[in-house]
């Protein structure tokens, strides 16, 4: 620290859309001694966590848990179903769905990409119309992101399945829920994905560095056939290890620790109830942008993300600026913007070990570093957020006593 520094007191305000704030429990439990990652004490931690870890994705399949981030799980879900020169379809949602077809191009697939402008999630019609038009089935993989990070547009997965088998297409489909899973409703075999990938340092409340490959039979098949190379990220050695709950390398053994916590803080609180808590916690965001006069870069209210707001500045204003200025002043991180909106808007993330007043925290720093920034805004964002809190507690309790 400079010395002309001075501390900031209280705890930082992370509001980026993740890493998100980890609890105190978990991080009790990471800081656990070290044990033999090949004793029969982890062995019983390994069955613990990849059992549970499946409650989480709503699969009764397996989740192969890698020590990367999202990122690696990506990649892994590529090379084990696919081979070189596949064709794969893939949406443009945002800036984290690019970066996917990138990997795809790199690793030697060939992706069709369905243009958009960063402010709707996939358009489950328009993957159908595509798929159609592939009368061949030259097309292996469809790949989606559920939640856009860098923009807050949810796409509905449910529906893009449903789009993927009226077009009588047989594509594997790959869907990542990095920013999605553990905070809004997931059903990986119900939806009939294929691979999904999740990652640990969000919904599901752990320092990054911990990624997950959920799998169907249907891909388990793929992997059999697939010809990209892959040594680290094979399924195959992972699942004869996971077995008798082992990892065929050294796995990050104290994240696993912490996620054996992070699973039982979620079924403790009830999955039903982590949903609605990040659906009204997003849905109170919203209305204080609205109430504030400024614009929401989810353009349409049906893909609006219930972990992520990103908040447009009006013309001539820098969010970058505003977010330097927050981090200065009142000691809050919100996310940074990308590609064609760089330096327009900026993120306000909503998930993770968050609460109503947590949130209304943030929302209150928000409110006072648009005034001192000069950013032209309307007062009031942090009344319609508790009205809105209130209005939403209200009815759950009239709900209960019925």
Not at 285 to 313: D, H, Q
Request: net charge neutral.
């Amino acid at each position: 620290m400079p010395q002309n520094a001075s501390r900031q007191p209280g705890r930082h305000f992370l509001q980026i859309p993740g890493p998100t704030p980890v609890p105190d429990r978990v991080m009790r439990a990471i800081d656990m001694p070290l044990i033999d990652q090949r004793g029969p004490e982890f062995a019983k931690l390994g069955k613990r966590v990849l059992e549970g870890i499946k409650t989480i994705f709503k699969t009764t399949q397996p989740v192969i848990i890698y020590t990367a981030t999202g990122t690696g799980a990506w990649e892994a879900a590529l090379v084990n179903t696919l081979s070189p020169g596949d064709r794969v379809l893939m949406v443009e949602t945002g800036q984290f769905a690019t970066q996917w077809k990138t990997m795809a191009e790199k690793l030697g697939l060939k992706p069709e990409f369905i243009k958009g402008d960063w402010r709707t999630g996939a358009d489950p019609a328009a993957i159908e119309e595509h798929l159609r038009k592939d009368k061949a089935h030259e097309i292996k993989a469809v790949c989606v992101l559920h939640n856009e990070t860098a923009t807050g547009c949810l796409s509905p997965i449910a529906a893009i399945r449903k789009a993927i088998s009226a077009a009588g297409h047989p594509a594997l489909f790959l869907v990542d829920t990095i920013s999605s899973l553990a905070s809004t409703d997931y059903r990986h075999d119900e939806w009939g994905v294929d691979v999904t990938v999740g990652g640990a340092q969000k919904g599901l409340m752990l320092p990054p560095g911990m990624s997950f490959n959920a799998v169907s039979d249907k891909a388990l098949n793929a992997a059999k056939t697939s010809k990209l190379p892959k040594s680290f990220w094979a399924w195959d050695d992972m699942l004869t290890m996971n077995k008798v709950g082992f990892f065929p390398y050294t796995p990050a053994t104290q994240m696993i620790q912490g996620l054996a916590v992070s699973i039982d803080m979620l079924h403790e609180e009830g999955l039903d109830n982590v949903f609605a808590r990040h659906h009204r916690l997003a849905e109170a965001t919203r209305r204080a942008v609205r109430a504030w006069g400024l614009e929401i870069l989810c353009r349409e209210p049906k893909y609006y993300s219930p972990t992520i707001t990103a908040v447009l500045l009006p013309e001539g204003h820098d969010a970058d600026a505003f977010r330097a200025l927050a981090l200065d002043t009142f000691n809050i991180s919100y996310g940074a913007s990308f590609g064609p909106y760089a330096k327009r808007y900026f993120r306000i993330g909503h998930l993770g070990d968050v609460n109503d007043g947590w949130m209304i925290g943030v929302l209150g720093i928000t409110e006072m570093a648009l005034g001192l920034s000069g950013i032209p805004h309307k007062n009031g964002g942090v009344q319609a957020a508790m009205d809105y809190l209130v209005s939403a507690h209200s009815a759950g309790a009239r709900a209960a006593a019925e």
